[in-house]
């Protein structure tokens, strides 16, 4: 059944006499219903529609849906103070919620990214009318999920939050000239050399300064832990959403195996071939198809109506966990994350990795007995540029040819594929190095090669590394992709991949002084062969169908 649905605007006044205001979509109709609650910071008005359809869809399938300013966003009064308030903030509101007309009495939350996160402080202290999450392409370690990779700061997703926020807060406090700047700012973000002008209007706009004090902290520890959640005690149904092209990625599996490990209620996840938006068919240069488009909206209501209504969905009755496959375009459903089958493909060169496509190789084979070696060397003037993948801004495959031509990235490729390689999980690389300085940085980009030429990138990874201790692990973003017959696989790396993370040696022009000591040429010797076997470690599925 579908309602016609009304709107209206409501407020709660929090424990120390501030005001949040909040949109309300409800049924046109007598009775109770469940109530939706999204927490979030970008103006009430957008619902997170760039993802979601819009609130008065779920609230035409029976459910008063709660869209709420957190505290100093939107009309909500306060000072918005990254993720500190949204603990009791969102206690608070859940049981306002739930006491609203027509209520039942019962809460269950939505959202992603900031919108996810509110979910988790909400369910922090355990109100009795929460019943049920669906958190979506969050960062639950701030620190390791969000902020930094393997101890890289992500320069481009960081930088852009910073803007959008410092720039909504500009626009709240009616600084026009400051918002005007900030806004043409983001439209071309200023890595190279941002201007006096923009570095004042981030740190005076930009709640608690985050950017600055983010770049300050490069270490897990204290600092990060305040952001934490503590979900010690927390057991909840919950719908897990992630996007393989996702920058939190690595967040949302982290929670959903937490979840997993400790928890009663269900944990399902689904994770689609999507970046952090849209969760549309085409990411990147690709068109995945019909079946990649979103089903996420479907499904929730599902999940809803299953634990806030009763309903015999059917929910629980199918596998929890569903996976997007890359190549096949299809989904497929798994009773637990599958771990597939362990594979090592060795590298092996004739020294001129850096030059010729066809002169490193990938093999199933340990190598020669002898030791190879490949000479990457990092100008900062130069630095390899980012392109896709999950981190960079678009996000998604494209064809990568152009950048793996370049003498300061090495390419090791396979023999053509005599059937389809299906690969599911975690992805390792792991490399023999030495260098002229024990920091320095590494990246590594799986793709596939294509039968006419083209390199299309799925999976990445960043480390910053202040060791010469071998070897070197990067973990990449975990994928799930068959590799058609014919086509090979390429492991790229480089030293470099900016604006996506800041490199460590190049002048970080947000600092107020520039030490010019740390402006080197670094070069890395990177090793192979029997005695150094350097090698990207895959996992076969053995799961080749769909469902």
């Known amino acids: 059944m579908k309602y016609q649905v009304i709107k209206e605007t409501a407020s709660l006044v929090t424990r120390d006499r501030l005001r949040l205001d909040a949109d309300i979509y409800r049924p ?31 609230a035409a399938r029976g459910y008063i849906v709660v869209i709420q300013d957190v505290r100093g966003c939107g009309t909500s009064e306060g000072k918005f103070d990254l993720f500190i308030n949204e603990i009791e903030d969102g206690i608070e509101t859940v049981n306002w919620a739930s006491q609203l007309p027509q209520s039942t009495g019962e809460v269950g939350m939505y959202g992603f990214s900031y919108q996810g996160m509110t979910q988790l402080y909400a369910a922090q202290n355990k ?8 958190p979506g392409m969050l960062g639950y370690d701030i620190y390791a999920d969000w902020a930094y990779e393997n101890g890289a700061f992500c320069l481009q997703a960081n930088l852009g939050w910073a803007v959008q926020l410092a720039a909504e807060t500009a626009r709240l406090q009616k600084d026009f000239k400051a918002y005007q700047l900030l806004y043409t700012s983001a439209r071309n973000l200023p890595f190279d050399n941002p201007a006096s002008s923009f570095r004042e209007c981030l740190r005076k706009y930009a709640p608690s300064s985050f950017f600055d004090e983010w770049i300050a ?10 952001f934490k959640p503590d979900l010690t005690d927390v057991d909840l149904p919950m719908l897990h959403i992630g996007g393989w092209f996702d920058c939190y990625l690595r967040g949302t599996l982290r929670l959903y195996r937490e979840m997993v490990q400790k928890c009663t209620q269900p944990q399902h996840l689904i994770v689609g071939v999507w970046g952090h938006l849209p ?17 996420v909206d479907e499904l929730q209501i599902s999940w809803f109506d299953h634990f806030l209504k009763g309903k015999n969905t059917g929910i629980l009755a199918t596998n929890p966990v569903r996976l997007f496959e890359m190549g096949s375009n299809q989904w497929k459903d798994f009773e637990m994350f599958p771990q597939g089958e362990p594979n090592a493909y060795y590298l092996t060169s004739n020294g001129l990795a850096s030059i010729r496509d066809d002169a490193g190789k990938l093999s199933l084979n340990h190598g020669s007995e002898e030791q190879q070696e490949d000479i990457l060397v990092h100008d900062p003037w130069r630095s390899v540029p980012s392109l896709g993948g999950h981190i960079a801004f678009p996000s998604g495959s494209f064809e990568r040819s152009h950048i793996d031509s370049r003498s300061d990235v090495l390419t090791y490729t396979s023999e053509p594929f005599i059937s389809d390689l299906h690969i599911v999980g975690k992805i390792i690389v792991e490399l023999y190095c030495q260098a002229n300085t024990p920091n320095f940085d590494l990246c590594a980009i799986v793709s596939e090669v294509k039968s006419n030429g083209g390199v299309y990138n799925f999976t990445q990874g960043y480390i910053h590394t202040n060791s010469l201790a071998n070897p070197i692990q990067i973990p990449l973003q975990e994928t799930c992709i068959c590799l058609k017959q014919g086509n090979r696989l390429r492991l790229s790396i480089s030293a470099a991949c900016f604006p996506a993370y800041l490199p460590h040696s ?42």
């Open 506 to 547: 190049g002048m970080n022009l947000f600092d107020n002084e520039v030490n010019f000591n740390d402006i080197n040429i670094i070069t890395i010797s990177l090793q192979s062969g029997q005695q150094y076997p350097s090698k990207l470690l895959i996992n076969r599925s053995t799961q080749t169908r769909a469902g």
């Open 279 to 295: 969760w549309g068919r085409k990411v990147g240069a690709i068109d995945y198809g019909q079946e990649a488009a979103s089903p």
């Open 127 to 134: 109100p009795t009318a929460l019943k049920v999450l669906c």
């Open 28 to 58: 046109e109709a007598s009775g109770e219903f469940p109530v939706l609650l999204m927490r979030q910071p970008y103006g009430r008005a957008i619902a997170s529609t760039v993802v979601y359809a819009h609130p008065k869809w779920y």
């Open 217 to 226: 902290h490069p270490q897990p520890g204290e600092y990060w832990q305040q």
